[in-house]
């Protein structure tokens, strides 16, 4: 499993952007994450979503902002992140494991960072 995330970039606050996780083929056997690090700060888990997509989780601070997708045909799983605030400026990690959630990063897989800034 080789994750590639992107999507990151600048946006304003009250903004939108799409980061993508991609893979070359056995994505649909994982559940996948998305976790964040702001620097200075511990690294934090933003959002999850199983293996047929069925199951989804949010941290509290990105609930009703934050939409985890995922479409296995072209393995990628995506984080639409909208109304986004300066305290989502972080890089963001996908990662990929047999199992479900966001408390523990102990995740088999990890793509690259993708650097998202939220300023005006």
């Known amino acids: 499993v080789q994750l590639q995330a992107s999507g990151g970039g600048l946006a304003q606050p009250g903004g939108s952007l799409r980061l993508s996780c991609a893979d070359s083929?056995?994505?649909?056997?994982?559940?996948i994450a998305w976790f964040r690090q702001a620097p200075g700060k511990e690294p934090e888990g933003v959002s999850c979503?199983?293996?047929?997509?069925?199951?989804?989780y949010y941290a509290d601070s990105v609930k009703g902002r934050f939409t985890i997708s995922r479409d296995n045909a072209k393995n990628t799983v995506y984080l639409q992140m909208d109304s986004l605030k300066p305290e989502d400026t972080a890089v963001y990690y996908c990662?990929?494991?047999?199992?479900?959630?966001?408390?523990?990063?102990?995740?088999?897989?990890w793509g690259q960072g993708t650097q998202v800034t939220v300023s005006s």
């Open positions: 990662a990929a494991d047999a199992h479900l959630g966001i408390r523990s990063m102990r995740y088999d897989y």
């Open positions: 083929g056995f994505m649909d056997y994982f559940s």
């Open positions: 979503i199983s293996s047929n997509g069925d199951r989804t």
